[in-house]
């Protein structure tokens, strides 16, 4: 009995030390964010062995625990929150009760989760629409675009600007009541992304009469050109989410094929005629010095992927590599960085990107943050960062839309 307490025991510490990753100093709830974090890696690596042992995919097990935290469309006293569609696209649509003298303010959200996994309907992104839907008296609508692998590279983006395209209709708008001058596309992490590629298309297409009076990109993930960018070196074995995480995840917005995330990893996956985009990622001249640190830039090494992949040149997929002036156009940008997040750089290098050809952004950089903290600001974490990220967000909107 004592032996097998004691084995157990020492399994219990070896286990804890493996998936141990030392914090940060000062730290807001480290104790939680040690835990999460842990959970997040032994998630990661349950999978991995699943995957091995030819039991499901990777992405299978992971998608399994997402849904777990799904919600139902529950209105309130103050709120009615239905599951639609807009065109084919299912949404969760927030629209407040109150009678309103004028037309309302309105926010379209993504939600992150690494184009594979997610949903609005997920506890915590349907807390944050909620929230915004009550405290702004606007409507919130959150769209769920199809998911890798199941669907890859254009899918999520058409999904998001179908879904945006209808709803900017004179008639849909008219019908929730919506100020066609008031409305905002949000997202967080790979909704950033899709939140950043959208609005581009918007802002860019003449056919489209209402255009976006802002968009807020929350630890946004911009680009994967270059895979061994600083944050990517400090992060590499980063809180939550891991180089070689995001790279499986990105890798599966374009193909299932292992090939594409084994380039990855080198940082030898952009195809051989595509070094002049090289310029609107390169971070020794886009990052503020006090993150480019004493870290040497390599370029990226060309071809190293065998076949082409037409998506890794794709603005509409690595919004990052648009032109200046396809950014021109852009409207008002709430950006938002963590410092201990792996994508950090990609919001970095698009701030300096839009401010260098005028638009106007305000930029918000979070000294204790951590990659994905919105996700956990519902039960079981109930985390502080994630609550803090809220209301910045929210008052930002309440101030600007
Ligand atoms: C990146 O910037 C550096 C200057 O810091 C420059 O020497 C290099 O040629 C640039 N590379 C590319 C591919 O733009
Ligand atoms: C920017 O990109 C757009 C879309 O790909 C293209 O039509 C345009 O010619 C480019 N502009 C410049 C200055 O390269």
Same mark, same amino acid.
């Given at each position: ?56 995919? @990777? ?25 639609? #569609? ?24 993504? /939600? ?20 915004? *839907? ?20 254009? *899918? ?15 008639? %849909? ?7 066609? #001058? ?36 929350? @630890? ?32 599966? @917005?374009? #193909? ?34 006090? @993150? ?25 997929? !690595? ?45 918000? /950089?979070?000294?204790?943050? %951590? ?29 600007? !839309?």
């Amino acid at each position: 009995m004592g032996l097998k307490a004691l084995c157990l025991g020492l399994l219990c510490v070896l286990f804890a030390s493996h998936f141990y990753t030392p914090m940060p100093d000062n730290i807001e709830e480290s104790w939680k964010i040690m835990a999460l974090d842990a959970m997040a890696k032994i998630c990661t690596f349950t999978a991995m062995c699943f995957e091995n042992m030819g039991i499901m995919r @990777y992405e299978e097990f992971i998608s399994m625990i997402f849904r777990l935290d799904y919600t139902q469309p529950l209105s309130d006293e103050y709120i009615t929150v239905t599951d639609t #569609t807009f065109v084919d696209i299912p949404v969760r649509l927030y629209l407040p009760k109150r009678k309103s003298e004028t037309r309302r303010r309105a926010v379209i959200y993504f /939600h992150g989760g690494g184009f594979c996994f997610g949903s609005s309907k997920q506890r915590a992104f349907d807390f944050l629409n909620r929230w915004t *839907a009550n405290t702004l008296d606007a409507v919130v609508v959150g769209v769920d675009y199809r998911l890798a692998p199941q669907h890859h590279f254009p *899918a999520q983006f058409e999904d998001g600007l179908a879904a945006v395209k209808f709803f900017l209709l004179e008639k %849909i708008l008219t019908k929730y009541g919506v100020d066609p #001058t008031r409305i905002c596309i949000s997202g967080d992490s790979s909704g950033g992304n899709l939140a950043t590629a959208v609005t581009q298309q918007v802002q860019n297409d003449a056919e489209i009469k209402h255009k976006i009076k802002m968009q807020v990109l929350l @630890y946004p993930g911009l680009q994967i050109t270059d895979s061994y960018l600083p944050s990517h070196r400090e992060n590499e074995h980063g809180i939550v989410l891991t180089r070689d995480v995001a790279i499986k995840l990105v890798s599966l @917005y374009f #193909t299932k094929d292992e090939a594409l995330p084994r380039a990855m990893r080198r940082n030898q996956h952009m195809p051989l005629e595509s070094r002049h985009l090289f310029k609107f990622v390169n971070w020794s001249i886009l990052l503020p010095e006090k @993150y480019r640190k004493d870290y040497v830039y390599t370029e990226p090494i060309l071809g190293g992927l065998s076949y082409s992949l037409p998506g890794l040149t794709d603005s509409r997929a !690595l919004p990052l590599l648009a032109n200046d002036s396809q950014l021109q156009n852009l409207p008002l940008t709430y950006i938002l960085t963590c410092q201990h997040d792996l994508l950090r750089d990609d919001g970095l290098m698009y701030v300096t990107r839009l401010r260098n050809v005028g638009v106007q952004v305000v930029h918000d /950089h979070i000294e204790d943050g %951590i990659h994905g903290a919105l996700s956990y600001m519902t039960s079981p974490f109930y985390l502080r960062l994630g609550l803090r990220i809220r209301d910045m967000y929210v008052s930002w909107l309440d101030k600007n !839309l």
